[in-house]
T-cell receptor
Framework: NAGVTQTPKFQVLKTGQSMTLQCAQD?????MYWYRQDPGMGLRLIYY???????DKGEVPNGYNVSRLNKREFSLRLESAAPSQTSVYFC????????????FGPGTRLLVL | QKEVEQNSGPLSVPEGAIASLNCTYS??????FFWYRQYSGKSPELIMS????GDKEDGRFTAQLNKASQYVSLLIRDSQPSDSATYLC????????????FGQGTELSVKP
């Protein structure tokens, strides 16, 4: 039982490049989330998916797109990376809504030059 | 006013002391409150959740909630160097569709 896994662990991009961050969970959770964490800012919600086939914007969705591929997988895509997207990205999941405990993946450190 | 606000820290306490971490929130309708611990370079992990006014104890950890004052705290008794981490307060925000709002975190350092 791996919990929540994320790939890659670390990535360096040049401005304008695109990439997809992958997230998978094996806990049969319905809801999945993408956050970014910046120094002094706490965790900020980018997008979330309350169930397979649905996605909704969070606090900071601009510059990102998401896909809930199936119940297990939720990917985050940067179409044209910008230095402002340098951050640590965490995926999380839980059974129900955001009022319930969320379980986090190990994170992806992204540096955009 | 920030939606969820924590002591800026860093907070330094000696080993064996009580560490007190505080959090205030702005949404009066909030019903769910969480404390996550995050070690440097790692992901957040849940320490405590609390939903009702009063105290909730789990081992050396006690969460305290006062909805009237819009205040939630975490007490760590008999602090250990292994408790040194950043503690994140998270509060549900019904006014924002139930989204979970995180504070900026308080860094705790327990000195041997």
């Amino acid at each position: 039982n791996a919990g929540v896994t994320q790939t890659p662990k670390f990535q360096v991009l040049k401005t304008g490049q695109s990439m997809t961050l992958q997230c998978a969970q094996d806990m049969n959770h319905n809801s999945m989330y993408w956050y970014r964490q910046d120094p002094g800012m706490g965790l900020r919600l980018i997008y979330y998916s309350a169930s397979e086939g649905t996605t909704d914007k969070g606090e900071v969705p601009n510059g990102y797109n998401v896909s809930r591929l199936n119940k297990r997988e939720f990917s985050l895509r940067l179409e044209s990376a910008a230095p402002s997207q340098t951050s640590v990205y965490f995926c999380a999941s839980n059974y129900g809504g955001q009022e319930e405990t969320q379980y986090f993946g190990p994170g992806t450190r992204l540096l955009v030059l | 006013q920030k939606e969820v606000e924590q002591n800026s820290g860093p907070l330094s306490v000696p080993e064996g002391a009580i560490a007190s971490l505080n959090c205030t929130y702005s949404d009066r309708g909030s019903q769910s409150f969480f404390w996550y611990r995050q070690y440097s370079g790692k992901s957040p992990e849940l320490i405590m959740s609390i939903y009702s006014n009063g105290d909730k104890e789990d081992g050396r950890f006690t969460a305290q909630l006062n909805k009237a004052s819009q205040y939630v705290s975490l007490l760590i008794r008999d602090s250990q160097p292994s408790d040194s981490a950043t503690y994140l307060c998270a509060v549900s925000a019904p006014s924002q569709g139930g989204k979970l709002i995180f504070g900026q975190g308080t860094e705790l350092s327990v000195k041997p």
